[in-house]
């Protein structure tokens, strides 16, 4: 009997993510290595079935799709502004790093400059994929680190889509042959022109269609065409994304999410999404561990260990100097660098690409694609170490000195905004100026209260400066930070950041100073409020709880209630 390929990719794809998925949880690794050995075992370079894989891509295209139209819904214009001066500058000064090693690695192997570049940009841009899903299992995607890596990711996704459409017409000059100055300049110009109408039509446009659009489904009451309804905006900007405007679908979605995240209907939508969004990402991994070869570990292993070192050495140390060079500390440096240590599904993009126009050797794509497998597999594991690095290096102190002497000096010169930061009178310590943290300071301004901010992104502290607003730049883990911020003696101090390492550490640190300061916490989940009372804190808020709260209080509305019955006519 005939069974259809795509139910037969889908079965044995879902059914062997989660058997492998349990046994890497089980032998405490992540369930990430589980799937991409899935991909493994049903691919063509393996004995046994064999999925189809173009059909496995495209379903994982729709997880990248539905996996970036979350991180949108729940990722402020205001998070990625914050990040700008050191996302921009970095992502260019990481891409470039990455794209000359590549230069330099693809002569050392006999071939053209050209197919050396083609190689280093494909190795360039890291997996938002990966980061989002690495980021999320830590729960530090809401913090600065977690923001400055996905303001990082979007900058690279915009320089790859270029890439993209510059790679056809730069080819013959990349082979040797005459260039077309004026075609590669042309293509240029309409990239970045339709970049930047689809920017244009997503924010303008967008934001006064799809609010008004899912307000007029959630009317209908149908939980199904309210899902619907989020599904079709996700994909549908996703795909005019792509023939539009050749942009990047998961691009596309990402502003989408954005555009939703405006509409008091986030929380549902977000909700709606997750459960598809969950099971698509998987056979993003399936797809990319089934176009693993491991032939090429043993036919090219000094090849493979070349593109492995730039991807796992070479990139993180060019992403680390970056974050250092521009005043950021040294744990947000260590976060950036581990969270690109990978790459993924752009870099596919353009091996293939590569390969096709003849600016690539078939080595070259193989290595590429083995090299994002073994990353991607291993940088959960990296990223579940940054504590244990910062406290290495923190046990060397004159290493450390040398890494934070650019941070230092940032807080240095904040200095004398920081000496004012304790007014006299009431004062309340915030930790984070995200939203949360907006809406703590302004409730307490209500209140009489001065806020004083602690961030970690100094560029928040110097707008928050700027605009007369009492601020300090330093890590809320250290006593000497809340020190000076004046937590002696303050009315209370809110931990605003959802992240339960930091707020744990930073109760831990400020009841080191003062026993007697109520502590108020924000975390994501009821399972870590006890820890954090014990530790502690005063009072402990739960997002779970909030969602809760929220949508008990919205169904005993009168307006959510069953109309009553029309009048029986008598008869």
């Known amino acids: 009997m005939h069974v259809d390929p795509l139910l037969l990719t889908l079965a044995a794809g879902f059914t062997l993510a989660v058997l492998l998925g349990l046994a890497a949880h089980r032998l405490g690794l992540s369930p990430i290595l589980g799937y991409l050995v899935a991909g493994v075992v049903v691919g063509p370079h393996t004995p046994g079935f064999t999925a189809d894989a173009a ?3 495209q379903l994982a295209e729709v997880g990248v799709v539905l996996l970036m139209f979350g991180v949108g819904l729940h990722f402020h214009l205001d998070d990625l502004l914050a990040v700008r001066r050191v996302a921009v500058p970095g992502a260019l000064v990481q891409s470039s790093a990455a794209t000359a090693l590549g230069v330099a690695l693809g002569l050392a192997f006999g071939w053209t400059w050209g197919e050396g570049l083609v190689l280093g940009a494909a190795i360039s841009v890291a997996s938002t994929v990966v980061l989002i899903r690495v980021l999320t299992a830590l729960g530090t995607l809401e913090t600065p680190a977690g923001h400055v890596a996905v303001g990082w990711l979007v900058v690279e996704d915009l320089l790859t889509v270029l890439a993209l459409v510059l790679l056809p017409a730069a080819a013959p000059a990349l082979r040797g042959e005459a260039a077309d ?23 303008f446009v967008g934001k006064r ?12 009451r149908s939980r199904e065409l309210f899902t619907l309804a989020v599904l079709a905006i996700a994909l549908a900007v996703a795909a005019l994304a792509a023939a539009g405007f050749g942009a990047s679908p998961a691009l596309g979605a990402f502003l989408a999410g954005m555009v939703v995240a405006g509409s008091a209907l986030r929380h549902q939508a977000a909700a709606d999404a997750l459960p598809l969004r969950d ?7 399936v797809a990319a561990g089934m176009q693993f070869d491991p032939r090429l570990v043993v036919e090219q292993p ?11 050495v070479g990139k993180p140390l060019a992403a680390l100097l970056v974050v250092l060079v521009l005043g950021w500390s040294v744990r947000t ?30 080595e070259g794509g193989g290595a590429i694609v083995t090299a994002a497998l073994l990353s991607i597999a291993l940088n959960p594991w990296l990223m579940g170490r940054v504590e244990a690095v910062e406290a290495f290096l923190r046990a060397r102190p004159r290493l450390w000195r040398l890494l934070s002497r650019r941070a230092d000096r940032v807080a240095a010169a904040l200095a004398p905004a920081a000496a004012h930061a304790a007014p006299q009178g009431r004062r309340a310590i915030v930790v984070g100026h995200g939203p949360a943290g907006r809406a703590a300071c302004d409730a307490l301004a209500l209140r009489g209260v001065t806020p004083v901010v602690v961030e970690s992104n100094v560029d928040t502290v110097r707008e928050l400066v700027s605009d007369g607003r009492r601020a300090v730049y330093g890590d809320a883990r250290r006593a000497t930070v809340l020190e000076d911020a004046g937590l002696v003696g303050a009315d209370v101090l809110v931990v605003s950041v959802a992240a339960a390492d930091l707020a744990a ?52 509305r009168d307006e959510v209630r069953r109309p009553p019955p029309p009048p029986s006519s008598p008869v």
């Open 55 to 57: 059909l496995a891509a």
């Open 181 to 203: 100055f004026g075609a590669i300049a042309g293509a240029l110009g309409l990239a970045v022109g339709k970049l930047a109408l689809l920017v244009a039509a997503v924010a």
């Open 209 to 220: 269609v799809i609010p008004a659009l899912l307000a007029r489904v959630a009317r209908t």
């Open 279 to 285: 099971a698509f990402a998987v056979l993003f991994f």
């Open 302 to 312: 000094v090849l493979l260990a070349s593109v492995l070192a730039i991807v796992l």
């Open 333 to 362: 440096a260590v976060t950036v660098a581990f969270a690109l240590a990978q790459v993924g599904e752009f870099s596919f993009l353009l091996a293939a690409m590569g390969q096709r126009l003849d600016v690539l050797p078939a």
């Open 505 to 556: 550490q930073a109760v831990v640190a400020a009841r080191s100073l003062d026993a007697e300061v109520p502590i108020v916490v924000r975390t994501r989940y009821l399972a870590e409020r006890e820890a954090l009372l014990g530790l502690g804190a005063t009072v402990v808020t739960v997002d779970e709880e909030a969602v809760a709260g929220g949508l008990s209080s919205f169904l005993l």
